[in-house]
């Protein structure tokens, strides 16, 4: 949605308070200061700063963000008006801004580096000398690993849409063990959030996904198997996913082959 803009500047009272009881309820709880009727929010758990302005009290309503990675995936058309950040976005309801913020925080503190830079403040000074111990620390990057894609994919499995937590599985698509770094171990794009049954199937290589995000069946698999493995629609992917789901690929044609 593309606006003719001229912002308020300063911002009003309500105008204000509507923008930081926005940030707040998304995550972005610390206020920077406002320029040229930019208010700028930043977060303690999320990378990168966000900043939102209006033409009045009823809209249309605008967010920037300097977080190129979140830039990347959101994939919204961008408003041509000039302001801060990498990109800028108009809404013409404060509704459709709340959604657009809750896609914004959970993508910033999901996307490559932020799990690793928890994981590292968690475990630091964490021993490793015995098994016991090294396997708390993997522990502890499994779980972020899992609750950051939950965040990523916002709770749910994208092909069958099942959102119980107990039900949803973090599925990595260059394994654990033969990932070379804690960085790419802990990277969102390495991995998809499964339903347990399609978590099983992927896991041992029975099903994987082309560049388009569609399914692909190993002839091991069984039709009964491969009936119960329902989905509605494709998984959408990035690029990073594409260029490891090849690596994925290869495990599948190689039980072909044997």
Known sequence: MSFDMALEAPQSFIVREECEKAASQNGFRRILGEEAGWRAFASTTAHGAIFLAAEGSHGPWFLATDHAGVVAELGWPASPAPGPGASRYAFATLSELYAALNRAYFLAISLPDAPLRDFEQRVGDLPTTTEVERLIVQRI?????????LD?????????????????????????AECESDAE????????????????????????????????????????????????SPIKLTDSHRHRLARHRERLSRQIVS
């Open 185 to 232: 171990r802990l990277n969102v794009h390495n991995g998809l959030l499964l339903s347990a049954l399609w978590d099983a199937a992927f896991d041992r290589a029975l099903i994987t996904f082309n560049d388009g995000g569609e399914p692909e069946f190993s002839p091991a698999l069984s039709d009964q198997a491969r009936a119960e493995l329902r989905w509605h």
């Open 152 to 176: 990523y994919w916002q709770g749910r499995c994208p092909l069958t849409g099942i959102s119980d937590p107990h039900l949803l599985r973090a599925s990595h698509i260059i394994p654990w």
């Open 141 to 149: 990057g499994q779980d972020i690993f899992r609750n950051r894609l």
